[in-house]
């Protein structure tokens, strides 16, 4: 009886990565949300602890999405 012998898989292809994990998707801000930071942009380019939450709290946002977003517009 004859044994055929196959090659073996290389270790990359055996060995399973860790699954990634799932990034948290972007704010979808409306189109008013989108307008007033534009607008409080125009003429304040930092803002303040106190400016961030009042501006997200007049938005419906909270103070993190105001803060990071506020320069990505």
């Not at 044994?3 to 990634?20: D, E, M, T």
């Not at 007033?36 to 501006?55: G, M, N, T, V």
């Not at 803060?67 to 990505?72: A, L, M, P, T, V």
């Given at each position: ?27 979808a801000f409306t189109n008013h949300q989108i307008f ?20 997200a709290a007049a938005l419906g946002l909270s103070n ?10």
């Open positions: 009886m004859r044994v055929q012998k196959f090659p073996q898989k290389p270790l990359y292809l055996v060995v399973r990565a860790q699954p990634k994990k799932k990034r948290k998707s972007r704010t007033e930071l534009e607008k409080r942009f125009l003429y304040q380019k930092y803002l303040s602890p106190a400016d961030r939450d009042e501006i993190a999405q105001v803060r990071k977003d506020h320069f990505r517009i």
